[in-house]
Nanobody
């Protein structure tokens, strides 16, 4: 069964850091683009945060997180991580890991999703 499982969420003060991780169920995803999306309270849509291509050689970020967040992957351990620094209250959301056969930045381009992990940033 295909699975993506996020971990590392929590409560942090503004200016703090968190590291999210996402483990997948096997080698199938080693050739997939991996992405992180988030859904803020009261919002219906999931917002793109960051994506990384299959080799890790190309990364993409939303303007709102550039310079603060870093996405990385380990295809041996089958994990993708999101290092989040200088967190702001507006970063509060449920963060989702996703996988896509395409190099996509839109949520509808991703076929596989985790269940999400809550990140709360207090002011």
């Amino acid at each position: 069964q295909v699975q993506l499982v996020e971990s590392g969420g929590g409560l942090v003060q503004a200016g703090g850091s968190l590291r999210l991780s996402c483990a997948d169920s096997g080698r199938m995803f080693s050739s997939y683009t991996k992405g992180w999306f988030r859904q803020a309270p009261g919002k219906e849509e999931r917002e793109f945060v960051a994506a990384i291509n299959w080799s890790g050689g190309a990364t993409y970020y939303a303007d709102s997180v550039k310079g603060r967040f870093t996405i990385s992957r380990d295809n041996v351990e089958n994990t993708v991580s999101l290092q989040m620094n200088n967190l702001k209250p507006e970063d509060t959301a449920v963060y989702y890991c996703a996988a896509s056969e395409m190099m996509g930045l839109e949520s509808d381009e991703y076929d596989y999703w985790g269940r999400g992990t809550q990140v709360t940033v207090s002011s």
